[in-house]
T-cell receptor
Framework: EDKVVQSPLSLVVHEGDTVTLNCSYE??????LLWYKQEKKAPTFLFML????IEKKSGRLSSILDKKELFSILNITATQTGDSAIYLC?????????FGTGTSLTVIP | DTEVTQTPKHLVMGMTNKKSLKCEQH?????MYWYKQKAKKPPELMFV???????INESVPSRFSPECPNSSLLNLHLHALQPEDSALYLC???????????FGPGTRLTVL
């Protein structure tokens, strides 16, 4: 059975801290892994990763994929209150996306 | 432009009503999706259209009926819904080459 597991389920940090969110996957015919940020509305796209070891970066956010160990991490440095959200990862097989249950991040001023 | 639009933003309907949700994208994406999302849960796949043909139907009750009139539009027709169908309904489209999937803002549906 295809599945994606995220950890931790929730995280509370202070502004300025660095956080690492984890996503492990067991997805048959895996093609890519996607990260999303969801605040009160729809998920917004952050990254799509297909190759191991190549870091993708956008501002204070970065992500990397390990296809041998079947996991990905999302790093957020110098966290801000605006980073408070649920972060979702999803394994893709082409037409199908398998979502994890998300990590709820709260950044305290 | 990575925009997927959805209408309406909010919908309240009775159990005997018929309504439709609409989704549109102009990114040339050839795969479009309907997801249902309950509070504090991840999106749950309902339907996938690939090149305007229904390719995945995740055992969704027949009171939900999808339609893909053309490569830019996706509809979800609703009939005789139950209160437990109240949720955020998300449309998404995927670039079939790059595999990036983008969500619309969603329709918040309440069934009374």
């Amino acid at each position: 059975e295809d599945k994606v597991v995220q950890s931790p389920l929730s995280l509370v940090v202070h502004e300025g801290d660095t956080v690492t969110l984890n996503c492990s996957y067991e997805v048959t015919n895996f093609r890519s892994l996607l990260w999303y940020k969801q605040e009160k509305k729809a998920p917004t796209f952050l990254f799509m990763l297909t190759s191991s070891g190549i870091e993708k970066k956008s501002g204070r956010l970065s992500s990397i994929l390990d296809k041998k160990e079947l996991f990905s991490i999302l790093n957020i440095t110098a966290t801000q209150t605006g980073d408070s959200a649920i972060y979702l990862c999803a394994g893709n097989t082409g037409n199908q996306f398998y979502f994890g249950t998300g990590t709820s991040l709260t950044v305290i001023p | 432009d990575t925009e997927v639009t959805q209408t309406p933003k909010h919908l309240v309907m009775g159990m005997t009503n018929k309504k439709s949700l609409k989704c549109e994208q102009h990114m040339g994406h050839r795969a479009m999706y309907w997801y249902k999302q309950k509070a504090k849960k991840p999106p749950e796949l309902m339907f996938v259209y690939s090149y305007e043909k229904l390719s995945i139907n995740e055992s969704v009750p027949s009171r939900f009926s999808p339609e893909c009139p053309n490569s830019s539009l996706l509809n979800l027709h609703l009939h005789a819904l139950q209160p437990e169908d109240s949720a955020l309904y998300l449309c998404a489209s995927r670039n079939v080459v790059l595999n990036e999937q983008f969500f619309g803002p969603g329709t918040r549906l309440t069934v009374l």
